[in-house]
């Protein structure tokens, strides 16, 4: 397991050893002192502290910058997604109330894609740079840092920026209490639920194993190596991994647990493939679309809070000081209860 790095030192920290207020050092430290009326002696001297104690390697990067772009930008893993196309929506819909220019790029899971669209937004001097779902998130931050950007990251976490993500954790564990009621509520004896999608490696899908488990455990069941699979996240992968689970099976599991609306449309189609009914399992989905709940009325989803998700993005924008290791968790919302 790999260790957390060393905490870094904050605007705070800064702001002691100066004797000054964190307000006084982001301002010196992003440039825009001068119209704070802020003295040379004083800007001088946060700066001096900065670099001796270390606290960024982009240091001269953001003591230089004088001038705002007016641009913002962000990275999305896909668009044909409900949950991350009202991402850049709400992301876009706030950059406009502040009179930024929004610029999105897709980078389909891809980290060389990911540092690509980076590169080209740096150099168009985008001021903030939010990824969101980044597969290498830290060495995004670095390459801001490297030019006196801000960087956030969004949905999945990272140590050198601040991040903001949906609770997975609660939010799993409260979608398996509802799976499991919902059985209780048909009578049903067995409560072998079958967990699939995502990534073992993946944050989210780690946390959201970890709530699956606890929910479990607190109401005295076991839960074994066969019953998470952890597939991808993509249809024909989840698709193939049910008709392989299914090979060591006689029947059905009484419920899925299903880590997204991609994996979803995969056990769709092994459902329907196999002459199965949606309706002949209690099926639970951490992830939300109107669509998805109007064809399956009785099938349960998890909303992850996009609106106050982004709101927490941009208080970080509009105050930048928060530590670069602070992980900002959103509850979620279960839809079908």
Wanted: charged share 25%.
């Amino acid at each position: 397991m790999l260790s957390e790095p060393p905490k870094r030192l904050t605007i705070y920290d800064l702001a002691k050893l100066a004797n000054t207020s964190p307000s006084t050092v982001s301002a010196v430290l992003n440039g825009s002192w001068q119209r704070r009326r802020i003295s040379q002696k004083l800007a001088d001297k946060i700066l001096s502290l900065a670099k001796a104690e270390g606290y960024s390697a982009n240091l001269q990067a953001r003591a230089l910058r004088r001038e705002r772009s007016g641009i913002i930008g962000m990275i999305l893993p896909l668009y044909d997604n409900r949950y991350f196309s009202s991402i850049a929506q709400h992301f876009e819909a706030q950059a406009r109330q502040r009179g930024l220019f929004a610029t999105v790029a897709c980078t389909n899971r891809n980290p060389e894609q990911e540092r690509e669209a980076a590169r080209m937004m740096l150099a168009y001097r985008v001021e903030c740079l939010v990824s969101t779902g980044a597969t290498d998130p830290d060495t995004i931050s670095e390459m801001c840092d490297e030019r006196g950007a801000t960087s956030i990251h969004m949905d999945l976490p990272g140590y050198k920026a601040p991040s903001v993500i949906s609770d997975n954790r609660e939010g799993a564990r409260r979608l398996t209490d509802a799976i499991l009621d919902r059985l209780a509520g048909q009578g049903t004896r067995e409560n072998d639920i079958l967990f699939i999608g995502g990534r073992s490696e993946d944050h989210n899908t780690r946390e959201r194993i970890t709530g699956f488990t606890q929910a479990r455990t607190q109401r005295g069941l076991a839960t074994s190596k066969a019953d998470i699979i952890t597939c991808d996240y993509a249809a024909n992968r989840t698709q193939n991994a049910l008709e392989e689970y299914m090979r060591q099976r006689t029947r059905l599991p009484s419920a899925m647990f299903v880590n997204s609306t991609i994996s979803l449309e995969g056990v769709v189609r092994w459902l329907q493939l196999g002459g199965y009914q949606l309706d002949d399992m209690v099926m639970g989905c951490f992830d939300w679309d109107p669509l998805a709940a109007a064809f399956h009325p009785s099938l349960l989803m998890v909303r992850q809070d996009v609106e106050v998700m982004i709101e927490r993005v941009f208080e970080i924008i509009d105050t930048p000081t928060v530590e670069m290791n602070r992980c900002i968790e959103v509850s979620p919302e279960i839809i079908g209860v």
